[in-house]
């Protein structure tokens, strides 16, 4: 079936580096993709989205990069810090349906 | 502003039971989105309200509904509970419809327990 998923379930970091987080789509007509948050005990928190018009967008120490040709997504946080710890979903929006998750990948910073 | 509000935070029901579980959206936010959330499956969408309509329903049984009320506010029904019920149900609300792209704004969870 076409869902969306992650390529690694954990990652572990120090405190200071880049965090790189993927996911990997398969439906070719998915015109909007969000990286969510989510930790311990709290609903998912959004991110950061991207639209399929483009490739790459960035927010606050966040970059969003979609690679359509393979259908591939990316999470890049910089300067991890330990309060970036937590899950991190993608998720994708399929033309006449809703949000679609993938399983999440867990970000342990240590300091 | 409010955020996402979901109650109850806890439930335990029995199988064969029944539960009701409310949500109130963001002011102003009409889209209305449920979510089932367990270690096994992860976050599963369950349906979307807008304007008191329901425009998308993922794969789930019948026993699972919903309903919007005419001030964004919904609910979502489970009838005859079973343990595999157990999860985290998650709503989250935004301003437009999920597939105009609209950023959703998640609650903090009713996490329901079945014995």
């Known amino acids: 079936g076409e869902s969306v998923g992650l390529h690694l379930p954990t990652l572990s970091v120090q405190e200071g580096d880049n965090s790189i987080i993927n996911c990997a789509y398969s439906n070719s007509a998915s015109d909007y993709f969000i990286w969510y948050k989510q930790e311990s005990g709290k609903g998912p928190q959004f991110i950061i989205d991207?639209?399929?018009?483009?490739d790459k967008r960035q927010g606050q120490r966040v970059t969003v990069l979609l690679n359509k040709t393979v259908k591939h997504l990316s999470l890049q946080i910089a300067a991890t810090q330990p309060g970036d710890s937590a899950v991190y979903f993608c998720?994708?929006?399929?033309?006449?349906?809703?949000?679609?998750f993938g399983k999440g990948t867990t970000l342990s910073v240590s300091s | 502003k409010a955020g996402v509000t979901q109650t109850p935070r806890y439930l335990i029901k029995t199988r064969g039971q029944q539960v009701t579980l409310s949500c109130s959206p963001i002011s102003g936010h009409r889209s209305v989105s449920w979510y089932q959330q367990t270690p096994g499956q992860g976050l599963q969408f369950l349906f979307e309200y807008f304007s008191e309509t329901q425009r998308n329903k993922g794969n789930f049984p019948g026993r699972f509904s919903g309903r919007q009320f005419s001030n964004s506010r919904s609910e979502m029904n489970v009838s005859t509970l079973e343990l595999g019920d157990s999860a985290l149900y998650l709503c989250a609300s935004s301003p437009r419809p999920l597939n105009a792209g609209a950023e959703a704004f998640f609650g903090q969870g009713t996490r329901l327990t079945v014995v």
């Open positions: 991207i639209r399929s018009n483009m």
């Open positions: 998720a994708e929006n399929q033309a006449g349906t809703a949000l679609i």
